[in-house]
């Protein structure tokens, strides 16, 4: 496991309940690559934009693709972003309305992206995003075209300034409100995965892959 | 059900996939509704932050809420802000890389957000909040207090300018690539919840909420 941290800068460090705050890269690592989905931050004709992409990490950067087309890569290039991946692991219900909480894991990184122009470099790094989602498909698939390659774009980015914030764990009521008539608890929340459902044009014959069945997310 | 549209405006125009784009309110309002989970995107110092909330929807607002000192909330008051609401619905896996996709529903909300001070107004929204959530829990609880409401900011933002991006189904293949050996289908995610976990201080004799067994998410 990494032993790096990622050093908290004015806008990492952790304000709120500062006790949640973890700027360890074993903890920043493990949020990143337990959930596919990403919220990323850009700012476009002096507004903030919001987009949900997949990302996916490899060593020290995280990635996330979109058509070349795209005006989230488009603007992200070489622009200040804010990539935020959060994972929502329950509510919790507490005996007042105002110690209502959730328990969740989420990262904020921020920093400057970076468009990936080889292809090489492209290739590589979307068979690490399907390695890593779904093992052993990429060398299943009819191989990628150059001109598929050219029309995806990938953008990168170090993760040098990122700050991770965790709850978990039962409601923490007022002393005196312990002794009320009240249930009080979590209620466990995850992503899970149903059962893979064939493509309807499926060639007869063809089942689904172990690596399927066996995706985890969470 | 409601009949207005969001008007699409440049930047909500869906650019990318077209088709994938709504503007109806019954299609974004049901998925703001099926999330509590929002990331909501401001600019602070010149950069992009996006911070995760819990959100909430009554008629024609979007509403979410911090602590007084929170700095999304102080740099949010009166700014531009886009509040994104996503569901990852599954992943798609294709015969070839390129046509890999993920079946969600999305929807980017930009606006002016604006605080609510009056205390009345800021407790009739927290228990439209809970009730949302775990209906008739707010009037079994420990009675808001004063100071609590005084510490607790409340954010809000009409419902004028917003999108919603959809993709389902199954994956689109080029046509030759349908006679490939390659299994295709989807993988269906959804957020489960949990048996509720009592509190480890919770009072004996007391049992879990019907309404608490109820939550469904998603």
Redesign the interface.
Known sequence: MSQKNAAPSP?TRV??VHERGAYDRTTIDAILDAS??A??????????????T?HWREGDHVYWH??A???MIETADGA?????V?L?D??V?A????H?S?N?R?V?L?GRATLISDPEAKEAR??AF?EG??PG??E???P??QK?LK??SILSMPIIEASAKVRTG??KDDEP???????????????????????????PG????EA?RG?K?G
Chains 1, 2 share one sequence.
């Open positions: 806008r304000k709120r596919p989905i919220h990323v931050g850009y700012i476009f004709e002096d507004a903030p934009f919001v987009t949900p997949l979109g058509s087309a795209s005006r200040e972003v804010c990539l935020t959060t929502l329950g509510l219900l005996r007042s309305a105002f209502h959730a969740y989420s904020m921020f979307l068979k399907m989602l779904v498909r990429w299943t698939l009819r990628i075209l598929e029309a995806t039962p409601p409100d312990y002794a009320l008539d009240i249930w009080a608890g979590t209620l466990p929340l995850q992503i899970s995965t149903g059962a893979p459902v064939d493509d309807p044009r499926l060639k063809l089942c689904v892959p399927v995706v997310i």
